[in-house]
């Protein structure tokens, strides 16, 4: 096969995920390099169905219609708004006062009964108003689960580990499926967004939307740029996770959505990212090959589980860490700054 190229689809590179089966090792520089450069990427050919996106987006809207009574029989601050419905409000940016102008719902994976990790997981409720609601969204979650084990397996060969590095860490990790509804913005002035700048917490994201404009990427020179959701594309996109194992080779790049203009604010949008996590009790430390004198180790080992709480406290969906983490802390950068120090560094 000769060299992959990405063509270019709304100023970030496009690649057909089912190449990485024609040349591995060319696929995976391709793919590598176009993440160092933008940390977004848009996929094809990427074997989820559009039957299986159309499904679920169809039980999701069924459910957001719901009363707010209802909805938030779902709704467990318990668990972090990691399984389960999450109100208007509640989740913003770091560092924001507000919360963003958005509902959304997580299906969590699905662990065997009585797995070792079965602990660190919240259990997705049961909707019962919307027949096929859990089936859809789970079918999804499947589809999007296979299809970021490849781009997890090309990432891996880019990096100088195994095939199969990634995979080993997150066959049982704590991913999520988000299916988000942002509402028509009634007040003009509101200072919100529907989703404020941001980077994600976990290895990568895999996103199919809904065809609504929003969706902005925050490139090397401080520039938006928009993304567009069209059909039969995902966008992919790294997290704070990859981001630490790779010493910021991979880099976690900020996005937001972002309030549209004139009419534009009175329609609904939604979308479902799929958070892929790495297994709970994985440590996460800089892999070696991605340390050298140029670029020396960035981050603190810290087990998977444990920076995800962090990540959770810090945009207020946890009220409190566990004291470990607490004092980790006030004594280091958080995960946020160091995201912010090796975007700055790539500019």
Known sequence: MGAVKGTMTRAIPSFALSQFYDDKL???????????????????HHGVAEE????????????????????????????GG???Y?????EGAKDSQIGDLKEFWHTARELPPGHHLSSHMAETPEVAEISDFNANSRALFHALDAAGQVVLAALAIYLGE??????RRSDMGDSK????????????????????????????????GSGEPGLEVRARDGAWIPIATTSGTIICNIGDMLQR???????????????????????????????LHLNADVVITPLPKCVTIENPVRYAPIAAHDYLLVRLFEIGLIPRLPPHLTQELSAAPTP??????????RA
Do not use: W
Not at 60 to 66: D, E, G, I, S, Y
Not at 86 to 90: E, N, Q, V
Not at 336 to 345: E, I, P, R
């Open 177 to 208: 499926l988000r299916m988000i509804h942002y509402p028509p913005i009634a007040d003009l002035n509101t200072p919100a967004l529907r989703s404020g700048a941001h980077e994600d917490i976990n290895l990568i994201t895999l996103l199919v």
């Open 245 to 275: 194992f790779s010493n910021a080779v991979l880099p976690s790049t900020t996005h937001r959505v972002i309030n549209p203009l004139g009419e534009g604010r009175l329609l609904p949008r939604y979308s479902s990212p799929y958070f």
């Open 336 to 345: 946020a700054q160091l995201s912010g120090d090796a975007n700055a560094t």
């Open 162 to 167: 195994a095939e199969d590095f990634f995979a």
């Open 52 to 79: 299986v996106i159309a499904a679920n987006y169809q039980t999701t809207k069924a459910f957001f219609a719901l009363s707010d009574p209802l909805k938030r029989r779902y709704y467990n601050p318990a668990n």
């Open 82 to 84: 990691q399984a389960g």
């Open 26 to 44: 060319d696929f995976a520089r391709a793919l590598g390099d176009a993440f160092c450069e933008y940390g977004f990427v848009a996929l094809t």
């Open 86 to 90: 999450t109100p208007f409000g509640i």
